[in-house]
T-cell receptor, first 115, second 117 residues
């Protein structure tokens, strides 16, 4: 069965510093991996995804994520954090061998960027 | 503007009083889904639909019903709400018009905050 874990409930980063939000997964086949962001009182917005190909994926708002098959990880990164990046971030995974079409979301990581 | 809309955005009700939360998308998406978001539990899928008249259970379907009579609409029905259904609900959609629909990101509505007293 597929699963996804976000080991940190909250991450605090000073503005201008690099940030990392961690995500690990478990699948039977190949993973389709997604990152979403949720701003206060808003729905989730898509940031980026990994399906196949280059392990470094670039997305919206200057975010990127690195797919690491050996470590089964898909950490979200940004070189220089902005206060406006403060939000709730969700990692999600779909298993290529899962025939019931489900996508599993992590529990979310709250990112605080400190001015 | 391409969007997913939900109504109502906020609802306070009492135990046992049937309610419906509507969801509509204007992107001609085949796939639609309902999630609930609870603190410490993240997003959990309630029901999803691959196309008109095709629905299936997600991870937490108990106490909910859905229907998909039209492509654009996917209402969530709580026949007899209970306090443990107090939550933030999101509707989402994506295209599934190809073999590779699993690759596609979902578009989310703004959410419906439901309180059952």
């Amino acid at each position: 069965a597929q699963s996804v874990a976000q080991p940190e409930d909250q991450v605090n980063v000073a503005e201008g510093n690099p940030l990392t939000v961690k995500c690990t997964y478990s699948v039977s086949g190949n993973p389709y991996l997604f990152w979403y962001v949720q701003y206060p009182n808003r729905g989730l917005q898509f940031l980026l995804k990994y399906i196949t190909g280059d392990n470094l994926v670039k997305g919206s708002y200057g975010f990127e994520a690195e797919f690491n098959k050996s470590q089964t990880s898909f950490h979200l990164k940004k070189p220089s954090a902005l206060v406006s990046d403060s939000a709730l971030y969700f990692c999600a995974v779909r298993d290529s061998e899962n025939r019931d079409d489900k996508i599993i979301f992590g529990k979310g990581t709250r990112l605080h960027i400190l001015p | 503007e391409a969007q997913v809309t939900q109504n109502p955005r906020y609802l306070i009700t009492v135990t046992g009083k049937k309610l419906t939360v509507t969801c509509s998308q204007n992107m001609n998406h085949e796939y639609m889904s309902w999630y609930r978001q609870d603190p410490g539990l993240g997003l959990r899928q309630i029901y999803y639909s691959m196309n008109v008249e095709v629905t299936d259970k997600g991870d937490v379907p108990e106490g909910y019903k859905v229907s998909r009579k039209e492509k654009r609409n996917f209402p969530l029905i709580l026949e007899s709400p209970s306090p443990n259904q107090t939550s933030l609900y999101f509707c989402a959609s994506t295209t599934s018009g190809s073999l590779y629909w699993s690759y596609n990101e979902q578009f989310f509505g703004p959410g419906t905050r439901l309180t059952v007293l």
